[in-house]
T-cell receptor, first 111, second 111 residues
């Protein structure tokens, strides 16, 4: 069974601080997706990474896929209250196989 | 382009009842997946439909069922509701083996 472990589970920081959240597995994935979910809503896709070592930037968010395609990180620079939410990573494999989701990191950015 | 829509958004039922949830995918998306999200277990895959056929099924009891119509709209049904079925039920649509886009979810409360 493929599992994705996310850490930390909870994170509470002050506005303006930097943070990194992690998504780790012992399995290899062909793609890794990051979602942000706000209370009462569905997850919204932030980025998909598919190549080992790939780095993608989305404004203040930087996503990295590990060289071995077993892990990923999300770094947020100068966090803002609008970044508050549940961050989920999901791994994909080729073929008709469902995405594997981590349990998420719940981020709270305090003004 | 309209996003994934789910109805109803909120639902209160009592134990033993049954419930039907509906999902309309993004136009052109033929794959619809259903997930159950709870605070303790995170996002758990229920099943996936493609071209009116169930293509994958998660580890849930037979009380959970679904179907997909020729226009790609999908429904899921839960019979003989239990307290533990209280959760956010999410639907996601995609083109074949591409990024999934989630709806806002249906929050089910079983009393």
């Amino acid at each position: 069974t493929q599992l994705l472990e996310q850490s930390p589970q909870f994170l509470s920081i002050q506005e303006g601080e930097n943070l990194t959240v992690y998504c780790n597995s012992s399995s290899v994935f062909s793609s890794l997706q990051w979602y942000r979910q706000e209370p009462g809503e569905g997850p919204v896709l932030l980025v998909t990474v598919v190549t080992g070592g790939e780095v993608k930037k989305l404004k203040r968010l930087t996503f990295q896929f590990g060289d071995a395609r077993k892990d990923s990180s999300l770094h947020i620079t100068a966090a803002q209250p609008g970044d508050t939410g549940l961050y989920l990573c999901a791994g994909g494999v080729p073929g008709n196989t469902p995405l594997v989701f981590g349990k998420g990191t719940r981020l709270s950015v305090i003004a | 382009k309209a996003g994934v829509t789910q109805t109803p958004r909120y639902l209160i039922k009592t134990r033993g009842q049954q419930v039907t949830l509906s999902c309309s995918p993004i136009s052109g998306h033929r794959s619809v997946s259903w997930y159950q999200q709870t605070p303790g277990q995170g996002l758990q895959f229920l099943f996936e439909y493609f071209s009116e056929t169930q293509r994958n099924k998660g580890n849930f009891p037979g009380r959970f069922s679904g179907r997909q119509f020729s226009n790609s709209r999908s429904e899921m049904n839960v019979s003989t509701l239990e307290l533990g079925d209280s959760a956010l039920y999410l639907c996601a649509s995609s083109r074949v083996e591409e990024t999934q886009y989630f709806g806002p979810g249906t929050r089910l409360l079983v009393l």
